[in-house]
């Protein structure tokens, strides 16, 4: 079983629906992994 599956069947929910959260995911990702370290290093 892959994973979409298994996790939608464990959610209860549809294959699409795991499929939209997981696009979501991906595309929100980049932006939290880099943070203004910069801006950070000044704060501290």
Same mark, same amino acid.
Request: no cysteine.
């Given at each position: 079983? $892959?994973?979409? =599956? =298994?996790?939608?069947? &464990? /959610?209860? +929910?549809? %294959?699409?629906? +795991? &499929? %939209? %959260? +997981? =696009? @979501?995911? $991906? &595309?929100?990702?980049?932006? !939290? @992994? /880099?943070? $203004?370290?910069? =801006?950070?290093? /000044? &704060? !501290?």
């Amino acid at each position: 079983m $892959d994973m979409i =599956k =298994k996790i939608a069947s &464990e /959610l209860e +929910v549809q %294959a699409w629906q +795991v &499929e %939209a %959260a +997981v =696009k @979501l995911i $991906d &595309e929100a990702i980049p932006y !939290h @992994l /880099l943070p $203004d370290t910069g =801006k950070r290093q /000044l &704060e !501290h």
